[in-house]
Every structure is written in C-alpha cells, then in structure tokens.
C-alpha cells in the first residue's frame, strides 16, 4: 500500500505561480511512476504530467512550458511547480502512483486531492 497526501492548494490569480506537493508513504517510493491529475467540476479526470523514478517526463500538451514535475526520491516527495496559471488551471489536483502507465482511472494509489483556484 502507498499513501499520498497532497498540499499546497489555493486561490491565486491569473500569472501567479504555485507549488504543490505530494508526500508518500508505504512502499518504496523511487519504484513507482508519479503523476498529477487535475478534475475541474463536471469535467473528468486529466492528465496533467508524470515523472518516472528516474525521472523522465511526460506533459499534457495544455501545460508544458508552465508546469515542471520533480520528486525527490530520498524524501518521498513528489511536486509540481505551476506557472503562469490561468482561470482554466482551475481544478482539484490529485497525484497518483503506479508501477505503470495506464489510463487516468486505472491509476493504482491516489491522494484525497488539493483544490487549485486561478481567478481572472
């Protein structure tokens, strides 16, 4: 089992920066696949970017140049600093573990979420 609890939500406006970040414990944290996924209401799930152990990269395509995924292995931490957010960032945000890259609702371990608000 692995537990992830993420922090750093919040209200900001268009153009600021925020960082969250997702604590995990239990198993091994460098050998899993980390990702963040982002549920704005009445939409589903997203994608928005995962981190290998070894830390290689993907991005969806709506925020690479502004978002940067990192983890640090020896702290079992996972982030993700936004930039330049905009109203349409605005979403709960949930990181999530697995040994492998399935689609968004088979990930395996999920965290309860952090509401990001991006006013205009």
């Known amino acids: 089992q692995v537990q992830l609890v993420e922090s750093g939500g919040g209200l900001v406006q268009a153009g600021d920066s925020l960082r969250l970040s997702c604590v995990a414990s239990?198993?091994?944290?460098?050998?899993?696949?980390m990702a963040w996924f982002r549920q704005a209401p009445g939409k589903e799930r997203e994608f928005v970017a995962h981190?290998?152990?070894?830390?290689?990269?993907t991005y969806a395509d709506s925020v690479k140049g502004r978002f940067t995924i990192s983890r640090d292995n020896a702290k079992s931490t996972l982030n993700l600093q936004m930039n330049t957010l905009k109203p349409e960032d605005t979403a709960i945000y949930f990181c999530?573990?697995?040994?492998?890259?399935?689609?968004?609702?088979?990930?395996?371990?999920w965290g309860q979420g952090t509401q990001v608000t991006v006013s205009s």
């Open positions: 239990g198993r091994t944290f460098s050998y899993y696949i």
């Open positions: 981190i290998r152990g070894r830390g290689e990269t």
């Open positions: 999530a573990a697995d040994t492998r890259i399935v689609r968004a609702r088979d990930w395996m371990y």
